[in-house]
């Protein structure tokens, strides 16, 4: 484990505030927790799609990672869900097997598709996951406002391209390197079924991070250590400035 964080710890800024993780794990919050987690990891699957259809393929296989992604959104944004039916029907509804064409005029799609589509499938595997184990303990999903974090993260975003892909690329890879980050220092403290959840999670998000961080190098073909720097820096002030809003990915409380 220590091996999967070392990268990690150096890439990020600031390690999580004690005191967010003492927040966490009051058990008023494992609630708001779990279902802002499991929004988390359906919106790495929609990031995931987002770069493939956006920058690396052509419509009609655009459009076949909609309907891949379907079911899953129609789950969440259907506002009588029926989890017991979700959770149990077409078990191959994650078996997507790719004949997705890359353009020709993305010069590394190949690349970005092969990563992202098994990001994708690793995403909404831990969707189903969380909702699984949401649903065992009978918490009901619901959807979550976005917090600060991802936005204040999108803000740094540069307007013109190929900047502004390799800015999301740099983002995506402190987004994963946060939650594993998070999930890593969580689990000692939770019960043991979700110690053991958030510790098989790590070496999947381990490789997300590391992948982002891969595909922002190769594409931008140039040093981007500055740019890495600035979100950084970034990254690290949402993280350790106080936020008025508890989730997943939220800064230190306040009053503690
Ligand atoms: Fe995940
Ligand atoms: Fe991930």
């Known amino acids: 484990m220590q091996q999967l964080l070392a990268p990690i710890e150096a890439f990020l800024k600031c390690a999580t505030p004690d005191s967010w993780i003492r927040e966490a794990v009051k058990p008023e919050n494992l609630a708001t927790l779990l279902i802002d987690h499991c929004n988390c990891e359906l919106k790495a699957a929609q990031t995931g799609m987002f770069f493939v259809r956006r920058y690396a393929v052509d419509r009609e296989s655009g459009q076949q990672m909609l309907d891949w992604a379907k079911p899953y959104e129609q789950f969440v944004y259907c506002k009588d869900r029926d989890i017991e039916h979700f959770l149990n029907r077409d078990s191959k509804k994650n ?142 002030h949402l993280i350790s400035s106080i936020d008025e809003e508890f989730n997943f990915h939220s800064g230190a409380p306040t009053g503690v």
Do not use: W
Request: with cysteine; net charge negative; aromatic share 8%.
């Open 95 to 236: 078996d997507f097997t790719t004949g997705l064409v890359a353009k020709a005029d993305f010069g590394h799609g190949p690349e970005l598709i092969a990563k992202m589509v098994r990001l994708i499938k690793e995403e909404f595997h831990h969707f189903e996951q969380v909702l699984e184990i949401m649903h065992e303990r009978g918490i009901p999903y619901r959807n979550m406002r976005a917090g600060r974090y991802a936005k204040g993260m999108m803000k740094m975003v540069r307007t013109h391209e190929p900047a502004a892909l390799i800015d999301k690329l740099i983002i995506g890879a402190f987004i994963e390197a946060r939650s594993c980050e998070r999930f890593a220092k969580l689990a000692p403290h939770l019960d043991e079924e979700l110690n053991k959840f958030y510790v098989s999670l790590l070496r999947s998000e381990a490789r997300h991070y590391q992948d982002y961080l891969n595909l922002a190098e190769v594409i931008a073909g140039e040093d981007i250590g500055d740019r890495i720097e600035l979100i950084a820096e970034h990254e690290a």
